[in-house]
Structure formats: C-alpha cells, structure tokens
Nanobody
Framework: VQLQASGGGLVQAGGSLRLSCKAS????????MGWFRQAPGKERVFVGA????????YYEDSVKGRFTMSRDNARATVALQMNSLKPEDSAVYHC???????????????????WGQGTQVTVSS
C-alpha cells in the first residue's frame, strides 16, 4: 500500500490541525494505521495507532485527550485530529501502515511496512 500524508502547517499554540493520510494500492487488506513524528535531531516516535475497524485506538501519553485518529475505509483515508497544540508537538508527522490480522496498538516503527512522505507541523508559542 502507498501512503500520502497532508494537512500540516503553521499554527499557534492552542490551535488545531487535521492531518490526513490517503492510502492507495492494496487498501482492501486489514491494516493497523499509525502516526509517528520526528523532530529535528531526534528519533521518530510513536503518536497513535488505529485498527482497521476504527474502533480501537491507542495514543502516546503526551497526546492523549488532545489527538484523535479516525478512518474512512470507503475513502481509504486516516485522519489525525490534533487539538490544543503545543510548541513541543512541532515535528514532521508520518503515517504508516502495518498489515496485521490482529490489533497491535504498540507496534514499533520497524514493524510498519509502508510509510508516507511526512508532513511538517509547526506550532508557534
């Protein structure tokens, strides 16, 4: 599956952004969808994951209650709604897909087979 992320931009602290990840290719398969972020000079870290039904999500502690993932399988898209943004949320955000027959909320980056190109999110103070 191929992934295309979009929706990043510049926002003030406390604002909101909605990222989108469009999948193409073998989208009929069951995929765990994840979002990761990477700040300059730092490792890529987990933000959240969602199962193929959209019913089960899991989020990194610092974004719980502020970020929410959702998916529209008919449109093969996954969204990351980010509210109450903070300057420390600034990073390049990547969506990823892992073909799994079970729900795995905490797959490490190496377990995701497909990655989008990333979209920049900058939160000003």
């Amino acid at each position: 599956v191929q992934l295309q992320a979009s929706g990043g931009g510049l926002v003030q602290a406390g604002g909101s952004l909605r990222l989108s990840c469009k999948a193409s290719g073998r989208t009929a398969l069951s995929y765990v969808m994840g979002w990761f972020r990477q700040a300059p000079g730092k490792e890529r870290v987990f933000v959240g994951a969602l199962d193929w039904t959209g019913d089960n999500g899991y989020y990194e502690d610092s974004v719980k209650g502020r970020f929410t993932m959702s998916r529209d399988n008919a449109r093969a898209t996954v969204a990351l709604q980010m509210n109450s943004l903070k300057p420390e949320d600034s990073a390049v955000y990547h969506c990823a897909a892992a073909h799994r027959s079970r729900w795995y909320p905490t797959l490490p980056p190496g377990e995701y087979e497909s990655w989008g190109q990333g979209t920049q999110v900058t939160v000003s103070s």
